[in-house]
């Protein structure tokens, strides 16, 4: 299946350039498309990609592929709108957007939203194992804690290729296109605190969220939300389970924490699911599942195969098979309703201004 990425940094430089080459029997990347010429010029010349383009408009009306991958930073609402109206499919790395009125906009069309760890092994075992249990009834909590050093700690070894030939005022107005969004989620008046809780949570606590809807199905109500320490900071929020039991996310940005660890456990009354991930720009590292039954035995689980590398097959089962996706457009909505919950939750438990879609 011939493809087409927009966005060529970090992610797409560290996860999918190896991924796509060794995957060659499902993928032909035919085109690439980032601001910097630099970047488009570096994927490109490693995926052996002859087309390179700044302009996402220009890609899309030049064509020669079948389906497009967005992984660009930012709200992927428009370039998906805009490659959804000229016929391609997409998958399209989380968040899909910053605001409802993005999701709503969207035409008709194929489209996949990636959370690769509802595609990891680990993951899967546990919903057939909690299938086994009875399902979200047995559930009596979800337990999610977050350890997460700063980017760049965690992407060392992958020897970037970093920008450095995109216009300062290009990315200043890149800047106020999202902070309009951010104001039309949460209002003009919501305070830099309120927005950076909802950055941190459609940008990383969201891959939580996903393995709630996995697991049980979103959370029709968020019970409280505290934030502390220099921004991002530390996290936390809980609440019902829309079937039964509660969850509770704990996140911590810790710059110079010494790797990345997190950690889900589903614990219901005849024991517990534990799920510990590594960091996502390792490849190929097992997330470990340790399975707590009767007679306090415990078994270990792990499985080498990447989740990256499934959620891409999947994209391809997708398009040329019609396998749904486990997050289509519907479930990526219900993650940017739940951050807005979130922040609206925290906005009404400090006194602070909330407004706009999440109000």
Same mark, same amino acid.
């Given at each position: ?34 601001l910097s010429r630099a970047l ?88 057939? *194992? %909690?299938?086994?249990?009875? /399902?979200?009834? &047995?559930?009596? #909590?979800?337990?999610? =804690?977050?350890?997460?050093?700063? $980017? ?58 996903? *393995? %709630?809807?996995?697991?049980? /199905?979103?959370? &029709?109500?968020? #019970?409280?939300?505290? =934030?502390?320490?220099?921004?991002? $900071? ?21 710059e110079d924490y010494p790797a ?40 270990e689980w792990r499985d080498v ?55």
């Amino acid at each position: 299946m011939k493809i087409a990425l927009i966005g060529c940094g970090a992610v797409t430089q560290a996860v999918y350039v190896p991924l796509l080459s060794r995957r060659r029997d499902l993928f032909e990347v035919t085109a690439v498309c980032d601001l910097s010429r630099a970047l488009a010029d570096a994927v490109g010349d490693r995926l052996g990609a002859a087309a390179r383009f700044t302009s996402l408009d220009a890609m899309l009306a030049a064509g020669g592929f079948e389906a497009v991958v967005v992984l660009a930073s930012g709200s992927h609402g428009e370039a998906v709108r805009r490659a959804l109206a000229a016929g391609y499919a997409v998958l399209c790395e989380k968040p899909l957007a910053l605001t409802r009125a993005e999701v709503a906009a969207l035409p008709e069309g194929r489209l996949m939203v990636g959370y690769m760890k509802q595609y990891d092994p680990a993951v899967r075992r546990a919903v057939a *194992l %909690l299938g086994e249990l009875g /399902g979200p009834e &047995a559930i009596r #909590s979800v337990e999610v =804690t977050v350890l997460h050093p700063s $980017g760049e700690s965690q992407l060392a070894f992958a020897n970037l290729v970093r920008a450095a030939d995109v216009e300062p005022g290009t990315l200043t107005a890149l800047r106020a296109e999202e902070d309009a969004l951010v104001s039309r989620a949460l209002g003009e008046e919501a305070t830099e605190r309120v927005r950076a809780l909802y950055g941190v949570t459609l940008g990383s606590i969201c891959h939580d969220f996903s *393995l %709630l809807r996995r697991f049980t /199905g979103s959370p &029709a109500e968020i #019970s409280y939300v505290e =934030t502390w320490g220099e921004s991002p $900071g530390s996290v936390e929020i809980s609440g019902p389970l829309p079937v039964a039991g509660r969850f509770s996310v704990r996140w911590h940005y810790l710059e110079d924490y010494p790797a990345y660890r997190e950690t889900v456990a589903v614990h219901h009354d005849r024991g517990s699911l534990e799920l510990v991930f590594p960091s996502p720009y390792l490849m190929n590292a097992p997330t470990l599942l340790t399975v707590v039954s009767g007679g306090e035995a415990r078994t270990e689980w792990r499985d080498v195969t990447e989740a990256f590398e499934v959620q891409l097959a999947a994209f391809h089962a997708y398009v040329t098979r019609g396998e749904p996706p486990l997050t289509g457009v519907e479930g990526a909505l219900e993650d940017v309703v739940t951050a807005q919950r979130v922040a609206a939750r925290y906005a009404v438990l400090h006194g602070l201004p909330i407004g706009g879609e999440a109000a």
